[in-house]
Nanobody, 126 residues
Framework: QVRLVESGGGSVQAGGSLSLSCVAS????????MGWFRQAPGKEREFVAAIKRRSGASTLYADSVKGRFTISRDNAKNTVSLQMNSLKPEDTGVYYC??????????????????WGEGTLVTVSS
């Protein structure tokens, strides 16, 4: 079992920045591809970013956040982070950390993802 705990959410004005962290416990994070998702009120949960297993590994982003968000991981600290810059009101939502041994699940098969955190709320005001 893997337990994921997110932190770093909050309220910010448009154009501002926030940094989210996800700390894993129970298993070694290096066994898992990791991702961030978000869910706005009344909408489905959507993919934001993913990173392969190794620290410094390849990353993938949703088109809506490319160039503004950066995902990174530190396997030694069992942590994955999401740096969010130039935030927009449409970035508002609950942000979830996810872990799966298969990167494809993170990127394209949300229903197959093994582990989820409980989420942290990000609110961007205009």
């Amino acid at each position: 079992q893997v337990r994921l705990v997110e932190s770093g959410g909050g309220s910010v004005q448009a154009g501002g920045s926030l940094s989210l962290s996800c700390v894993a416990s129970g298993r070694t994070l290096s066994e898992y591809a990791m991702g961030w998702f978000r869910q706005a009120p009344g909408k489905e949960r959507e993919f934001v970013a993913a990173i392969k297993r190794r620290s410094g590994a390849s990353t993938l982003y949703a088109d809506s956040v490319k160039g503004r968000f950066t995902i990174s991981r530190d396997n030694a600290k069992n942590t994955v982070s999401l740096q969010m810059n130039s935030l927009k009101p449409e970035d508002t939502g609950v942000y979830y950390c996810a872990a799966d041994q298969v990167l494809h699940s993170i990127v394209a098969e949300i229903s197959d993802i093994d582990y989820w955190g409980e989420g942290t709320l990000v609110t961007v005001s205009s």
